[in-house]
T-cell receptor, first 113, second 113 residues
Framework: NAGVTQTPKFQVLKTGQSMTLQCAQD?????MSWYRQDPGMGLRLIHY???????DQGEVPNGYNVSRSTTEDFPLRLLSAAPSQTSVYFC????????????FGPGTRLLVL | EDQVTQSPEALRLQEGESSSLNCSYT??????LFWYRQDPGKGPEFLFT???AGEEKEKERLKATLTKKESFLHITAPKPEDSATYLC??????????????FGSGTQLTVLP
């Protein structure tokens, strides 16, 4: 199993540009989520999905869109990048159920100029 | 408000010098407490899940314990390869389908040869 994979590893954007961060998992996990990690703030939940076709907002959803057309993939879209979105983005997945553990991908480092 | 505080922020140990990392938490109800290891430029790597006070988990030189207000990660006879940032996270019962993890800011551990 490859686990949770993310692409690209690093991206530079100009303010106002759009892009999609890719996330895929091969563990047949129902639950997938996106976090951002900023210095001194810990990881914060952006959006999550409990299954194909079902998504919802997390703690910091503004400026981001998600969709879940398959169990395996959960892309994160930045509609109009802003410098405040400079961060490291992590995708995570887990089984559904009571005491599931979330497994994280390697991250995408994003710089918005 | 759910809160996780990790201490110390940074810890430097000599190889073989045992110590403990602390994770204090405040949640309305705990569904699970998670420990992750994060190496520079990588995603968080799952270590342990603890569910109830008194529970302990071990893996090689690491042992995690849980009380009603805090968790400790004990490192016995550490080696340089144990150097990393250790993250603590809680999943409150109130997180519902979001399964949102509330993370601490981490303890950066450096083990000197």
């Amino acid at each position: 199993n490859a686990g949770v994979t993310q692409t690209p590893k690093f991206q530079v954007l100009k303010t106002g540009q759009s892009m999609t961060l890719q996330c895929a998992q091969d563990m047949n996990h129902e639950y997938m989520s996106w976090y951002r990690q900023d210095p001194g703030m810990g990881l914060r939940l952006i959006h999550y999905s409990v299954g194909a076709g079902i998504t919802d907002q997390g703690e910091v959803p503004n400026g981001y869109n998600v969709s879940r057309s398959t169990t395996e993939d959960f892309p994160l879209r930045l509609l109009s990048a802003a410098p405040s979105q400079t961060s490291v983005y992590f995708c995570a997945s887990s089984f559904s159920g009571g005491r599931e553990t979330q497994y994280f991908g390697p991250g995408t480092r994003l710089l918005v100029l | 408000e759910d809160q996780v505080t990790q201490s110390p922020e940074a810890l430097r140990l000599q190889e073989g010098e045992s110590s403990s990392l602390n994770c204090s938490y405040t949640v309305s109800g705990l569904r699970g407490l998670f420990w992750y290891r994060q190496d520079p430029g990588k995603g968080p790597e799952f270590l342990f899940t603890l569910y109830s006070a008194g529970e302990e988990k071990e893996k090689e030189r690491l042992k995690a314990t849980l009380t009603k207000k805090e968790s400790f990660l004990h490192i016995t006879a550490p080696k340089p390869e144990d150097s990393a940032t250790y993250l603590c996270a809680v999943r409150p019962i109130s997180s519902g389908s979001a399964r949102q993890l509330t993370f601490g800011s981490g303890t950066q551990l450096t083990v000197l040869p």
